[in-house]
């Protein structure tokens, strides 16, 4: 199947930790690299962020990217990509005239977008996965949100166009109904994991304190790793590492790392916070490995890959209930499960870890088999290629339907 991914900002080629650059840069990345390997020619198309980026690249995958010009030629903060919509969508319809894909699988809305205008210009099927929806932001986020005003009116005119809406979480199907998606056209698919780099077995990074926890992310407030900074303050003997941001030689001009920073100098806990910035992808296993327990402490998640990494590693994980995070942990089973925005709840669930090695190990091996068993890379490729097949007939039914 010739399948082309839509996916304007998040350009699976980028480093994750920055701002705009997380988890769909991986999905989309590991998503595309897992296709390939199953024997299927994949292309994604995302927005030119520089004169110096070549047209087009083929990954070491065997996937290609291709850098669509489409407004200027620097990086743009996602929620202002919206005006340069049009011209992306003319570049795919030039494109899909003379070539045309059998599906095209948008990635976030303003991808969708521009896929749509394409789409029906070319007959194109379209699959659609949003990463997060815009009702969902404006309820958490409030005023604070930077969304274009027309995003959720948008949202829901994509969805209910799109063939095939792909959900990472079973939270997002009741909300994708809301926008009005038929049931019967939502699939959930989770996030996956690579399983060749996130193992049990490998080095640990060392560590400073007796006992010690990881959170990773974009530095964002509604990550909020100042939960998890508040809950340090009961949690003597241990630190905490905080892992994401730009390069720890620019975290000084981060204001998010600023304002955390001098959360914990308030708190008292500025001496076991630990700010490594940008940890790559080579690396991040290695600081997984080295924690009693990885905190995700957001104030919604659409998904989450980070548990599934610290899982896949072996490690047990304490997780706010919100969003993807309630498919992934296991209460009491893979990790533990705790209310958003209670540090002190969280300090509580963290210490029984740390005052149970044996509890930790069993959680941390239960998320290791949960990990292997649900979501590997393929798995979830396989499970995507049954959604894409609801649109383009695999050929081995339509020769039976013959």
């Known amino acids: 199947m010739k399948i082309a991914m839509v996916s304007e900002h998040a350009n699976p080629l980028a480093a994750p930790g920055e701002a705009d650059a997380g988890g769909q840069n991986v999905h989309v990345a590991e998503l595309s690299a897992a ?5 299927h020619d994949v292309t994604v198309y995302t927005r030119r962020e520089s004169r110096e980026e070549p047209p087009e690249v083929r990954t070491p995958q065997g996937f290609r990217v291709v850098h669509v010009p489409a407004g200027p030629p620097r990086r743009e ?27 095209v699988h948008a990635h976030f809305w303003v991808s969708g977008l521009a896929t749509a205008l394409a789409a029906s210009a070319t007959g194109t099927p379209v699959a659609q996965t949003f990463h997060a929806l815009g009702v969902v932001k404006k309820r958490y986020q409030g005023d604070m949100d930077t969304s274009p005003a027309d995003r959720i009116r948008l949202e829901r005119i994509i969805g209910r ?39 049990p077995d490998g080095p640990a990074a060392r560590r400073g304190a007796p006992h010690r926890l990881v959170a990773v992310g974009r530095l964002v407030p509604r990550k909020g790793f100042d939960i998890a900074i508040t809950a340090l303050a009961q949690l003597p003997d241990t630190e905490l590492v905080i892992a994401g941001g730009p390069k720890r030689s620019r975290l000084a001009q981060d204001p998010e790392a600023r304002r955390l920073r001098k959360l914990a100098g308030r708190l008292g ?6 700010w490594p910035g940008q940890v790559s992808r080579k690396d991040m296993p290695a600081l997984l490995r ?8 957001p104030w919604y998640e659409p998904f989450g890959l980070v548990p599934l990494e610290a899982m896949a590693c072996g490690i047990p994980v304490v997780a706010a209930a919100v969003g993807g995070l309630t498919d992934t942990v296991v209460d009491g089973v893979t990790g533990l499960l705790v209310r958003p ?16 090695p044996a509890l930790g190990h ?13 979501y590997s890379w393929d798995r979830v490729a396989a499970d995507t290629l049954r959604a894409y097949h609801k649109l383009v007939p695999h050929p081995a039914a339509t020769a039976e339907a013959r």
């Open 362 to 374: 069993a959680y941390g091996t239960a998320g290791h088999d949960r990990a292997v068993a649900r």
């Open 290 to 297: 080295s924690a009693d327990a990885v905190v995700c402490t």
């Open 35 to 39: 296709l390939t390997r199953a024997g």
């Open 341 to 356: 925005h209670q540090p002190r709840e969280l300090a509580s669930r963290v210490r029984r870890l740390l005052d149970d």
């Open 269 to 274: 806990v500025g001496d076991r916070v630990r």
């Open 161 to 199: 166009q799109a063939g095939r809406v792909i959900a990472t979480c079973s939270d997002e199907v009741f909300e994708l109904s809301r926008l009005g998606v038929p049931r019967s056209r939502i699939s959930v698919i989770p996030c996956g994991v690579d399983l060749e780099r996130f193992t």
């Open 77 to 103: 903060p996602k929620d202002h990509l919206l005006p340069y919509m049009g011209e992306f969508g003319g570049f795919l319809r030039d494109r899909w005239a003379g070539d045309r894909p059998d599906l």
